[in-house]
C-alpha cells in the first residue's frame, strides 16, 4: 500500500505588494505534483531554493490546504481528515523556532506530548527514550534560550517523534547541525525507516540523500523533473563524465561561454578560499579539458582532474536543465 | 480533554511567569492603579469606599493582562514559530489556546492580590469580607469568565488583522464600561447595553458584593452565562482561522 500519496497537487499564493498602490500577485509555488511512498520507504524530496518542497510538505501534514489535487497518508484525504492524519503523522521542520524559548526542553516535550496524546502514563518513559536518542540527556532542565542551534533542531526531532507516529516528515532536518552530530543524526534517521516507519525527508545535501534515500524525485519550480532511485538518476549522467578545473579569479564572461561550448552540459562555480572550483558536466564519448581551459582567458589554473559523476552531479544537470 | 486543559494551563502560566515584562507589568500595575484609586476616592473615608476602590483596581488589571497577553497570543505563536506545531497537533486549537487565555487571566489575579495588599499596607484598606466564601469563589469564577471573553479576542484579532490596532484602546474604555473605575450608575444610558455583554461588569458586582454585601449570585449567574456564549463564539471563530489561515498560508508568516 502507499503511504503517501500525492495526486496532480497544486499552491498558488496570493501575496499583495505595494503600499499605496496595491497589486496582488500569485505565485504558483507547486504545479501539478504526482508521487507515491510505499510503507518502509525513505524518500527524497530535492530541489532548489523555492522550489516547492517546503509548500508540499505543508499540504501533506494538513498545514496548507491544496489549490487542486489530492494528497492522501495512509489512505485518508489530508483536507477532509485531517485529524486523523495528524495523529498519526509527525513532523520536523529545520531552523530554530516553534520551540518555547522561556522553558526547559523537558517542559517543552511534555506539553506537546499532551498535544499529540501521548499516553499519560508513557510519557515520562517515551520523553527520556527520545532525549537519549537525539543526544540531550542531561540537558533537558535548561531553558531552550540558551540552547544552541544544533540542540534545537534535535530538540525538535525528539518533539516530532513524541506519539511514535508511522508516517515522518523532515525538511532539512540536519541543517545547523555539527559535521558530527548531523552524522549521528542520520544514523537516527536511518533507524527510522529501519523500523518501519515511512520518511520523507528533503535536504540540500546530496550526500546525504544518496545515503539515506531509497527513492527520489527532484522538483524544480513547482514540478517534478525526475523521479527514481539514486543509482537511476546518477545513470542519467552517468555517460558523460565531470572536469574539475581550479581556477584563481575566473570571469563571469568565460563561465558563460563554457556554458555555450558543444557537448557541456551543466558549470557550475564553488568559492573556494582564494580559488574557484569549475565543475563541467560533459556529454559522453568527448575529451573537452582542452576545449574548457582554452576558453579560460588565460586565468591561471591550478589542479585539473576528471571523475566520475556524482549524485550531486545529476542534481545539478537536471536542475540547470529545468 | 480536562488533562489537556490543566496541562496547558500550568504550561502557560509557567511560560508566562518566565517573562520579566509580563511579570513587571503585573506588579507594578496593580500599585499604580491602586494608588490613582484611592487617590480618586475620598480620603476621608476609610471604610467600604477603599475596598470599593480597591477591588476595582485589582479587576483593571486582570483585564489589562487578558487583553495584552490574549488579544496578542495568536501573534506571539506565529512569531515564535509555534503557531503552525500547534495547529498540526491532533487535538483541536481550541484546547490549545483556551488554557492561554484563562493563564493569562489568571496571571491577572496576581494583581487583585497586590492592590489589596498595597492598599492595606500604603492606604490601611479594612480586608474585612462580608462573604468570605462566596468571595473565594467570585474571584476564580470571575478569572474563567474574563479567560473566556480573551478567547473571543483573540480570535477576532487573528481574524480581522485590523482589529489588533485597537487593543490599545480596549483597555480604559473596557475599564470604564464595566464599571471597574466609578459606579456605573454615574455613565450615559448607552453605556448599559455594553456593560451588560462584558463579563467583567458582572465579575465586578459579584466580587464587589461578595466583599461589601449584597446580591452576589446575580453577577456569578451572569459571568457563566456569559462565558457560556464567549466560548460558541470564540470556539466558532477559531475554527473559521484555522480554516483561513491553511487556505491563505498565513499560519508562518512573521
Ligand atoms: N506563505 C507564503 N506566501 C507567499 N509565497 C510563499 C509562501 N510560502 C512560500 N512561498 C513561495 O512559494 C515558493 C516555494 O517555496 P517553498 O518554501 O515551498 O520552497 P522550498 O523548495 O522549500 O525552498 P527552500 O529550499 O529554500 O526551503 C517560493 O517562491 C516562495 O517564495
Ligand atoms: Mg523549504
Same mark, same amino acid.
Given at each position: 500500500?502507499?503511504?503517501?500519496?500525492?495526486?496532480?497537487?497544486?499552491?498558488?499564493?496570493?501575496?499583495?505588494?505595494?503600499?499605496?498602490?496595491?497589486?496582488?500577485?500569485?505565485?504558483?509555488?507547486?504545479?501539478?505534483?504526482?508521487?507515491?511512498?510505499?510503507? #518502509?520507504?525513505?524518500?527524497?524530496?530535492? #530541489?532548489?531554493?523555492?522550489?516547492?518542497?517546503?509548500?508540499?510538505?505543508?499540504?501533506?501534514?494538513?498545514?496548507?490546504?491544496?489549490?487542486?489535487?489530492?494528497?492522501?497518508?495512509?489512505?485518508?484525504?489530508?483536507?477532509?481528515?485531517?485529524? /486523523?492524519?495528524?495523529?498519526?503523522?509527525?513532523?520536523?521542520?529545520?531552523?530554530?523556532?516553534?520551540?518555547?524559548?522561556?522553558?526547559?526542553?523537558?517542559?517543552?516535550?511534555?506539553?506537546?506530548?499532551?498535544?499529540?496524546?501521548?499516553?499519560?502514563?508513557?510519557?515520562?518513559?517515551?520523553?527520556?527514550?527520545?532525549?537519549?536518542?537525539?543526544?540531550?540527556?542531561?540537558?533537558?532542565?535548561?531553558?531552550?534560550?540558551?540552547?544552541?542551534?544544533?540542540?534545537?533542531?534535535?530538540?525538535?526531532?525528539?518533539?516530532?517523534?513524541?506519539?511514535?507516529?508511522?508516517?515522518?516528515?523532515?525538511?532539512?532536518?540536519?541543517?545547523?547541525?555539527?559535521?558530527?552530530?548531523?552524522?549521528?543524526?542520520?544514523?537516527?534517521?536511518?533507524?527510522?525507516?529501519?523500523?518501519?516507519?515511512?520518511?520523507?525527508?528533503?535536504?540540500?545535501?546530496?550526500?546525504?540523500?544518496?545515503?539515506?534515500?531509497?527513492?527520489?524525485?527532484?522538483?524544480?519550480?513547482?514540478?517534478?523533473?525526475?523521479?527514481?532511485?539514486?543509482?537511476?538518476?546518477?545513470?542519467?549522467?552517468?555517460? #558523460?563524465? %565531470?572536469?574539475?578545473?581550479?581556477?584563481?579569479?575566473?570571469?563571469?564572461?568565460?563561465?558563460?561561454?563554457?556554458?555555450?561550448?558543444?557537448?557541456?552540459?551543466?558549470?557550475?562555480?564553488?568559492?573556494?578560499?582564494?580559488?574557484?572550483?569549475?565543475?563541467?558536466?560533459?556529454?559522453?564519448?568527448?575529451?573537452?579539458?582542452?576545449?574548457?581551459?582554452?576558453?579560460?582567458?588565460?586565468?591561471? %589554473?591550478?589542479?585539473?582532474?576528471?571523475?566520475?559523476?556524482?549524485?550531486?552531479?545529476?542534481?545539478?544537470?537536471?536542475?540547470?536543465?529545468? | 480533554?480536562?488533562?489537556?486543559?490543566?496541562?496547558?494551563?500550568?504550561?502557560?502560566?509557567?511560560?508566562?511567569?518566565?517573562?520579566?515584562?509580563? &511579570?513587571?507589568?503585573? &506588579?507594578?500595575?496593580?500599585?499604580?492603579?491602586?494608588?490613582?484609586?484611592?487617590?480618586?476616592?475620598?480620603?476621608?473615608?476609610?471604610?467600604?469606599?477603599?475596598?470599593?476602590?480597591?477591588?476595582?483596581?485589582?479587576?483593571?488589571?486582570?483585564?489589562?493582562?487578558?487583553?495584552?497577553?490574549?488579544?496578542?497570543?495568536?501573534?506571539?505563536?506565529? /512569531?515564535?514559530?509555534?503557531?503552525?506545531?500547534?495547529?498540526?497537533?491532533?487535538?483541536?486549537?481550541? /484546547?490549545?489556546?483556551?488554557?492561554?487565555?484563562?493563564?493569562?487571566?489568571?496571571?491577572?489575579?496576581?494583581?487583585?492580590?497586590?492592590?489589596?495588599?498595597?492598599?492595606?499596607?500604603?492606604?490601611? &484598606?479594612?480586608?474585612?469580607?462580608?462573604?468570605?466564601?462566596?468571595?473565594?469563589?467570585?474571584?476564580?469564577?470571575?478569572?474563567?469568565?474574563?479567560?473566556?471573553?480573551?478567547?473571543?479576542?483573540?480570535?477576532?484579532?487573528?481574524?480581522?488583522?485590523?482589529?489588533?490596532?485597537?487593543?490599545?484602546?480596549?483597555?480604559?474604555?473596557?475599564?470604564?464600561?464595566?464599571?471597574?473605575?466609578?459606579?456605573?450608575?454615574?455613565?450615559?444610558?448607552?453605556?448599559? /447595553?455594553?456593560?451588560?455583554?462584558?463579563?467583567?461588569?458582572?465579575?465586578?458586582?459579584?466580587?464587589?458584593?461578595?466583599?461589601?454585601?449584597?446580591?452576589?449570585?446575580?453577577?456569578?449567574?451572569?459571568?457563566?452565562?456569559?462565558?457560556?456564549?464567549?466560548?460558541?463564539?470564540?470556539?466558532?471563530?477559531?475554527?473559521?482561522?484555522?480554516?483561513?489561515?491553511?487556505?491563505?498560508?498565513?499560519?508562518?508568516?512573521?
Amino acid at each position: 500500500m502507499n503511504v503517501v500519496e500525492a495526486v496532480d497537487l497544486r499552491r498558488t499564493y496570493k501575496t499583495t505588494t505595494g503600499t499605496i498602490r496595491r497589486r496582488s500577485l500569485e505565485v504558483e509555488a507547486v504545479r501539478g505534483i504526482s508521487f507515491a511512498i510505499a510503507e #518502509g520507504e525513505l524518500f527524497g524530496l530535492l #530541489g532548489p531554493n523555492g522550489a516547492g518542497k517546503t509548500t508540499t510538505i505543508k499540504m501533506l501534514i494538513t498545514l496548507l490546504i491544496p489549490t487542486s489535487g489530492e494528497a492522501r497518508v495512509l489512505g485518508h484525504d489530508v483536507v477532509e481528515d485531517a485529524r /486523523w492524519v495528524r495523529e498519526r503523522i509527525g513532523y520536523v521542520f529545520g531552523g530554530d523556532r516553534g520551540l518555547y524559548e522561556r522553558l526547559s526542553a523537558m517542559d517543552n516535550l511534555r506539553y506537546f506530548a499532551e498535544l499529540y496524546g501521548v499516553e499519560p502514563k508513557g510519557q515520562r518513559a517515551r520523553i527520556d527514550e527520545l532525549l537519549e536518542l537525539v543526544g540531550l540527556k542531561g540537558r533537558e532542565k535548561e531553558r531552550v534560550e540558551g540552547y544552541s542551534r544544533g540542540m534545537r533542531q534535535r530538540l525538535h526531532i525528539a518533539r516530532g517523534l513524541l506519539h511514535d507516529p508511522p508516517v515522518v516528515f523532515l525538511d532539512e532536518p540536519t541543517i545547523g547541525v555539527d559535521p558530527v552530530g548531523a552524522r549521528e543524526l542520520r544514523a537516527t534517521i536511518a533507524s527510522l525507516t529501519a523500523s518501519g516507519k515511512t520518511v520523507l525527508l528533503t535536504t540540500h545535501y546530496m550526500f546525504e540523500a544518496d545515503a539515506l534515500c531509497d527513492r527520489i524525485a527532484v522538483i524544480a519550480n513547482g514540478e517534478i523533473v525526475a523521479q527514481g532511485t539514486p543509482q537511476e538518476l546518477k545513470a542519467g549522467v552517468a555517460d #558523460g563524465s %565531470v572536469v574539475e578545473v581550479e581556477v584563481f579569479g575566473v570571469e563571469e564572461r568565460s563561465v558563460e561561454r563554457l556554458r555555450q561550448l558543444a557537448g557541456v552540459r551543466a558549470v557550475t562555480v564553488e568559492d573556494q578560499e582564494q580559488k574557484q572550483l569549475l565543475i563541467v558536466q560533459t556529454a559522453p564519448g568527448l575529451e573537452l579539458t582542452h576545449a574548457i581551459l582554452s576558453q579560460l582567458d588565460g586565468a591561471s %589554473v591550478g589542479r585539473v582532474s576528471s571523475r566520475e559523476p556524482t549524485l550531486e552531479d545529476a542534481y545539478v544537470a537536471l536542475v540547470t536543465a529545468a | 480533554m480536562l488533562r489537556v486543559f490543566w496541562i496547558g494551563w500550568l504550561f502557560n502560566l509557567k511560560n508566562l511567569t518566565n517573562s520579566l515584562f509580563f &511579570v513587571l507589568i503585573s &506588579v507594578l500595575q496593580p500599585v499604580i492603579f491602586a494608588s490613582i484609586a484611592f487617590f480618586m476616592f475620598d480620603r476621608g473615608d476609610r471604610g467600604g469606599g477603599l475596598l470599593y476602590a480597591a477591588l476595582g483596581a485589582g479587576l483593571m488589571g486582570i483585564w489589562s493582562s487578558t487583553l495584552f497577553g490574549s488579544g496578542g497570543a495568536i501573534q506571539w505563536m506565529r /512569531w515564535q514559530g509555534t503557531l503552525e506545531i500547534a495547529v498540526a497537533a491532533p487535538v483541536r486549537f481550541l /484546547w490549545i489556546l483556551l488554557p492561554l487565555t484563562i493563564s493569562t487571566a489568571t496571571i491577572g489575579l496576581y494583581s487583585i492580590v497586590a492592590t489589596l495588599f498595597w492598599g492595606r499596607v500604603f492606604f490601611g &484598606v479594612p480586608l474585612s469580607f462580608v462573604h468570605p466564601a462566596l468571595f473565594a469563589l467570585a474571584l476564580p469564577v470571575t478569572v474563567v469568565s474574563l479567560g473566556l471573553l480573551g478567547l473571543v479576542l483573540a480570535s477576532t484579532f487573528v481574524l480581522y488583522r485590523q482589529a489588533s490596532a485597537f487593543s490599545n484602546l480596549l483597555e480604559y474604555p473596557v475599564w470604564l464600561a464595566t464599571g471597574l473605575l466609578v459606579p456605573l450608575s454615574l455613565l450615559p444610558g448607552w453605556v448599559e /447595553w455594553l456593560s451588560w455583554v462584558l463579563a467583567p461588569t458582572w465579575g465586578m458586582e459579584a466580587v464587589r458584593n461578595a466583599a461589601l454585601g449584597g446580591e452576589v449570585w446575580e453577577g456569578l449567574g451572569m459571568c457563566v452565562l456569559l462565558g457560556a456564549v464567549y466560548l460558541v463564539l470564540g470556539s466558532f471563530f477559531m475554527h473559521n482561522f484555522e480554516r483561513r489561515a491553511r487556505q491563505q498560508a498565513t499560519l508562518s508568516l512573521t
